[in-house]
Nanobody
Framework: QVQLVESGGGLVQAGGSLRLSCAAS????????VGWFRQVPGKEREFVAA????????YYADSVKGRFTISRDNAKNTVYLQMNSLKPEDTAVYYC????????????????WGQGTQVTVSS
């Protein structure tokens, strides 16, 4: 069982930066791949970034590539999403999710989800 708690969301102007954190409980967190997804009202949850559990391989949606960076610190049971050059279209609720012994860009592959954190980018 893994519990995830996101933090770090907020209101920022376009061009600004935020760092989201996903803190996990559980002693086996190092064996979980972690993904970040986002969702706006009326739309499906979409993939943003993911990091594998084994070699820390990273994956990004085209819309955030070059602006967002995902990283993890297993000693702290935490995954980060550094978001730079933010745009109004990045406004959404951001969720982190964990998948045991794997990583994916699709929602259905993840076993555990956090409650989400709101990111609002003003123009």
């Amino acid at each position: 069982q893994v519990q995830l708690v996101e933090s770090g969301g907020g209101l920022v102007q376009a061009g600004g930066s935020l760092r989201l954190s996903c803190a996990a409980s559980g002693r086996t967190f190092s064996t979980y791949g972690v993904g970040w997804f986002r969702q706006v009202p009326g739309k499906e949850r979409e993939f943003v970034a993911a990091i594998n559990w084994r070699h820390y391989t990273t994956y990004y949606a085209d819309s955030v590539k070059g602006r967002f960076t995902i990283s993890r610190d297993n000693a702290k049971n935490t995954v980060y999403l550094q978001m730079n050059s933010l745009k109004p279209e990045d406004t959404a609720v951001y969720y982190c999710a964990a998948q045991r012994l794997g990583v994916s860009t699709t929602v259905v592959q993840y076993d555990y989800w956090g409650q989400g954190t709101q990111v609002t980018v003003s123009s």
